[in-house]
């Protein structure tokens, strides 16, 4: 099963290295990580999107909130939540192809946030489904550039993470 | 002790400070360039005295024994580099079995790091998955702060070693002294009290069992929680199990005691964990060594109280009914009040019925040797060092086969008696840990119990033993094999024993006396106890016995990498 984990930690020199150790080590699979400063600049929050048996989750849960820089832990996937993942994608976009390729920005609420001759870069977010429906709409051959930022996860609600 | 307000000290003088504080009396270590200054603080004083060790592998095994025999923090002290890169399996092995150290570390200077600078290495990122945590010192002023951490997350939640990394440059600026009194942190708050509705019901379940079973592990060592456990048991009048990390946390002269369970563990402790209806589990992991496959475990239904301070310990390789988390001894005592407070008791016919099938059992006499053998059976040489020592010493050993027959036939009837590298199995961890545990208890008596390949993993400490006379005993059951891979060999293996002799073995006798110490061979069963008397009749002496023993002789019983409990082999069966 697919798991969104969000954490809290310190924003120390090493955390980051902590936690992906840690999944490397204990063979946990991790499917995207990301990671930035909150509001409050000593602590940091990353989602780690895994899979596993109920198990294999749970021990993951344990082992991160052993980490001494660890503040709290919770699988977001456990009660409604929110996900979201930036990508910029950058197209082919000559002539030939500009019409066409405009539109299926429009299409998936995307915007062209640079434009050259021959190219165009779209910037698109939604959950990680989204991003790769517009893909594969995609003619193959007209993608240059891809870049994904990972899943970031919030809890609907009422339903807050803080130290 | 006085702050001294407004004086500055140089990160050297703090780092010395810091160990006076925390009344740390020994610390073992190698001097090297990057902790010249801390040397040269060290030798200005005399609270805190340095144990110079041989290799930085026996510092930290030093320090682990140390505080395995004592319940202080064990601290070691190494130069940049290769001093850190040779402390690493000594790291690992108190990492592995939960023993609280700091390890303090040289660094090349901050301007250097990053540049592969002379004798640098990534030390943090290095020691990072075998230590509690670690810290790399980057300003003078967080220097007594992140020490005063270490010893906190050292000693707390489950104890662990904590490694601190300290640039050269460092050790040499200044700034106004002042330790902590307390440490707060945000991220770490571990929990000790046990959940009340969690307890009030295991202790029901516990009540109400027909074929109960205690197994305790390491974790009731740790808090210290053996008189606790010993009046539980006792209380109850169940059967109890320790592991090989456990043993001596109940007497093990008690009848109520099974003995060792796990792969190499009795018949009937292992029958019995196998066929109890309520297991409660104390301060153990359920780790392969222990209970094999979880499959073979889960066939038989049973009900499953699980008390440990680390969440992760719990429900990791069996499925458990009641979690507990908190520190054992705080939970056992909650244990005790409910029991005593409660009218209720255990159910007499059932519990009597439960123990004949212990007994029966028991019967099996599954730890039966050869006792007229015209070869020395290494167990006969265990069970006379009991005898000899009154069963009152502090006993280490190096791991294999001597390791195994140690915990069998020494029985251990108190805690932090048994010092031994259960987790990782670290061969040449004996000697160095013996001198930590004398180092701690002067006047008490050490035994080594080894082997002569794992003898020569750390021999190099016969001569700090040398150097700070450390009269340790050193068993050695030389069968001229690595015994334990050639057990295996024997079994799993068609009887190929690739690379197990050890071929060209030194004289240990003269090896002994090269070091200034005292060595006997002894080649006759009749001429064992003779010997050991002899030796531990020399209270100022370190005496190495080499014991020729059988070389075909094997650890019974045992339980097949992989296979369950119930897949022991007897010796009777071979």
Redesign the interface.
Known sequence: MRHIISILLENEAGALSRVSGLFSARAYNIESLTVAPTEDASMSRMTIVTRGSEDVVEQITKQLNKLVEVVKVVDLSEAEHIERELMLIKVRAGTKEREDMKRMADIFRGRIIDVSDNTYTIELTGAGQKLDAFIQALDASAILETVRTGASGIGRGNRILRA | MDRIKGVELTGAEIVVRCLQEEGVEHVFGYPGGAVLYIYDELFKQDKVKHVLVRHEQGAAHAADGYSRASNKVGVCLVTSGPGLTNAVTGIATAYMDSIPMVVLVGQVPTHAIGLDAFQEVDT??IT??CV??NF?VKDVADLAPTIKKAFY?ATTGRPGPVLVDIPKDITTLSTEFLYPETVS????NPVTKGHGGQIKKAVQLLLEAERPMIYTGGGVVLSNAAQQLTELVRLLGYPVTNTLMGLGAYPATDKQFLGMLGMHGTYEANMAMHNCDVLLAVGARFDDRVIGNPANFALNPRKIIHIDI???SI??RVKVDVPIVGNVSEVLDEFLRLIKAGAQRPDGAKLKSWWKTIEEWRGRDCLKYDHASKIIKPQFVVEKLYEVTGGDAFITSDVGQHQMWAAQFYKFDKPRRWINSGGLGTMGFGLPAAMGAQMANPGATVACVTGESSIQMCLQELSTCKQYRLPIKIVSLNNKYMGMVRQWQEFFHGNRYAESYMDALPDFVKLAEGYGHRGVQITKPEDVEPALRDAFKRKNELVFMDFLTDQTENVFPMIPGGKGISEMILSEEL
Do not use: E, N
């Not at chain 2, 942190?185 to 770490?188: A, E, F, I, N, V």
């Open positions: 943090v990122g990072r998955p509690k945590h790399l997350l942190m945000r991220s770490y680390d969440p992760s429900s990791k």
